[in-house]
T-cell receptor
Framework: ETGVTQSPTHLIKTRGQQVTLRCSSQSGHNTVSWYQQALGQGPQFIFQYYREEENGRGNFPPRFSGLQFPNYSSELNVNALELDDSALYLC?????????????FGPGTRLLVL | AQSVSQHNHHVILSEAASLELGCNYSYGGTVNLFWYVQYPGQHLQLLLKYFSGDPLVKGIKGFEAEFIKSKFSFNLRKPSVQWSDTAEYFCAVNAFNYGGSQGNLIFGKGTKLSVKP
């Protein structure tokens, strides 16, 4: 166990809908990163938050957005869902977001878009 | 663009066989390198990491990896695998300031390891 939890575990949505995924980081970890893992692929970096501010972003459109809260919880929001958004979404927390730190992953939320 | 290549999609070994999983990355600057493992039904967890010093890194459960800068490689090794090593293994690179932040990872596609008892 990594101390990182995510909810829900599974979710089914239809194209065009909006979804919110939740993550609870390890206590004391000020950084949360979100990743998308499509079937048969490695995780792909979406964005990172440090102390409630977006601190970096991968190659994802603006309809992917996030929030981080002072209580070590965070959200990933996806608007206007597309079929290709079907994937496992992982969050990972780390103390300060530094390059050499270990990131601790949650179990993921599996999203299916129909 | 930065990328990570894992050469083998699926590796099947018998117990006690030696393991080497290849990982190459494309990035010319300073990197930190990681191997993560995902056992069936479990979270991704860190196996080992390199960020400076001795290029031969030892991790948990008898795994080790060697960073060869000239070859842009970070191969994972284990002298004798066990059935419990059956898992998916991901190589990851943290390229400084990729995407505007330090602490994000670029993953390879993963290698599934199946160990036959």
């Amino acid at each position: 166990e990594t101390g990182v939890t995510q909810s829900p575990t599974h979710l089914i949505k239809t194209r065009g809908q909006q979804v919110t995924l939740r993550c609870s980081s390890q206590s004391g970890h000020n950084t949360v990163s979100w990743y998308q893992q499509a079937l048969g692929q490695g995780p792909q970096f979406i964005f990172q938050y440090y102390r409630e501010e977006e601190n970096g972003r991968g190659n994802f459109p603006p309809r992917f957005s996030g929030l981080q809260f002072p209580n070590y919880s965070s959200e990933l929001n996806v608007n206007a869902l597309e079929l290709d958004d079907s994937a496992l979404y992982l969050c990972a927390s780390s103390p300060g977001g530094l390059a050499e730190e270990t990131q601790y992953f949650g179990p993921g939320t599996r999203l299916l878009v129909l | 663009a930065q990328s990570v290549s894992q050469h083998n999609h699926h590796v099947i070994l018998s117990e006690a066989a030696s393991l080497e999983l290849g990982c190459n990355y494309s990035y010319g600057g300073t990197v930190n390198l990681f191997w993560y493992v995902q056992y069936p039904g479990q979270h991704l967890q860190l196996l080992l990491k390199y960020f400076s010093g001795d290029p031969l890194v030892k991790g948990i459960k008898g795994f080790e990896a060697e960073f060869i800068k000239s070859k842009f490689s970070f191969n994972l090794r284990k002298p004798s695998v066990q059935w419990s090593d059956t898992a998916e293994y991901f190589c990851a690179v943290n390229a400084f300031n990729y995407g505007g932040s330090q602490g994000n990872l670029i993953f390879g596609k993963g290698t599934k390891l199946s160990v036959k008892p």
